[in-house]
């Protein structure tokens, strides 16, 4: 049984950088890649980034893409998303995922496995 921890949430000013991992555990990261989403308080959670584990394919929500990276290290079996130029509209709870689906809509009821989240707040 596949275990998402995600960490490095925290405070930061409008224009910083922050970066999360998301350390996989249970067993090797095989055939599935690796998502993030986020949640903002009464807003539905929403697609971020994504990237495939063998491939290295990336993808970017609308919202995010040229500010935000992912990449991953098999060795530490971690994917990092790096947060860049964040805006208040970032804020929310980061979740990694695993197990689902790639490519649109991105829907979160598609994957399987979730961490439990992790804080990120955009002061201004």
């Known amino acids: 049984q596949v275990q998402l921890h995600e960490s490095g949430g925290g405070l930061v000013q409008t224009g910083g950088s922050l970066r999360l991992s998301c350390v996989f555990s249970g067993r090797t990261f095989s055939t599935y890649g690796a998502a993030w989403f986020r949640q903002a308080p009464g807003k539905e959670r929403e697609f971020v980034a994504a990237?495939?584990?063998?491939?290295?394919?990336?993808y970017f929500g609308d919202s995010v893409k040229g500010r935000f990276t992912i990449f991953r290290d098999r060795a530490k079996d971690t994917v990092y998303l790096q947060m860049n130029n964040v805006r208040p509209e970032d804020s929310g709870v980061y979740y990694c995922a695993s197990e689902g689906p790639f490519g649109s809509p991105w829907d979160p009821s598609d994957f399987n496995i979730w961490g439990q989240g992790t804080q990120v707040t955009v002061s201004t």
């Open positions: 990237i495939t584990w063998t491939g290295g394919s990336t």
